[in-house]
């Protein structure tokens, strides 16, 4: 359904908005449906904000272009991830309805110009703020919760709500570690050097910063065999974490594409 057309003042009501508070304002304002990947287009329509998604030479993800009262959104496929391109795309739709200045000026052009991260962490400032609301826009928080309740955290939950949502395994990992209440920790590596984590509210205080795989490990184990684990196996926690668990035993499971050597862990106890 497309969405009804709603004035940006309307939705500007709360002065220095919470992302996550606008996100869920314009998921009710403009009566998204229940995959609001769907709906950007819409959404962007709808404020009179034009868009282009195509690939451009240059390394940005997106741009949100000033033009005096108006506002466009450009969004770099150069990169072929269709998921990730929702992501920011609706990071950018982050950014107007944020109320964000523009960061730069070129010939004349003003705008905002974004290097996309799936993971807040990674991102400062505004930035950070339009991810949060890029992740409550595109997988809303109690639709997100009622799908994942009573599910086992692992591979098949996380590519099952990555369909549903339209959105990456990386984002969708995320959102899932965040809402979950049990003790989880996500690690994505490349060539065995951990890029990025996140731990849920359970598990915070035991994550052992490694910036590599730890050694005698089965995540460590799959990276150096190219092997995809079909289970959770028992670890020692030790190995992984700064604090011991009960029996001291954690599980993990890893998988990776290691055409470029990425890979995603999950440990759970």
């Not at 599980?251 to 594409?257: H, I, V």
Request: proline share 4%; glycine share 8%; net charge positive.
């Amino acid at each position: 359904m497309k969405p009804h057309a709603t004035s940006k003042k309307c939705l500007g009501m709360i002065a220095m908005a919470d992302p996550i508070a606008k996100a869920k304002q314009v998921l009710s304002d403009k009566k998204v449906g229940d995959i609001p990947a769907l709906s950007l287009g819409a959404i962007s329509d709808s404020e009179g904000v034009k868009y282009k998604q195509k690939a451009y030479p240059d390394k940005w993800d997106g741009m949100l272009v000033f033009n005096g009262a108006q506002r466009g959104i450009l969004v770099n496929t150069r990169i072929d991830n269709p998921a990730r391109h929702k992501f920011t795309f609706a990071h950018e739709l982050g950014h107007y309805f944020l109320d964000h200045p523009p960061s730069f000026s070129k010939d004349g052009q003003l705008g905002i110009e974004c290097n996309v991260s799936e993971t807040s962490m990674e991102q400062k400032g505004r930035e950070a703020e339009a991810n949060r609301f890029a992740v409550e826009l595109l997988m809303p928080q109690d639709r997100f919760l009622l799908l994942m309740l009573g599910a086992e955290i692992d591979f098949a939950l996380i590519a099952g709500l990555a369909i549903e949502f339209m959105v990456s395994k990386q984002a969708c990992s995320y959102r899932l570690v965040e809402l979950t209440q049990k003790p989880c920790i996500v690690v994505f590596s490349k060539h065995g050097k951990i890029t990025s984590y996140k731990a849920s509210r359970a598990a915070k205080g035991f994550w052992g910063g490694y910036a590599s795989l730890p050694n005698e490990t089965v995540a460590h184990e799959m990276i150096i065999n190219k092997k995809q684990q079909s289970n959770f196996a028992e670890c020692d926690s030790r190995k992984w974490l700064l604090r011991t668990v009960p029996e001291q035993k954690i599980y993990e499971c890893t998988r990776g594409s290691y055409a470029d050597g990425s890979a995603m862990t999950i440990l759970k106890w």
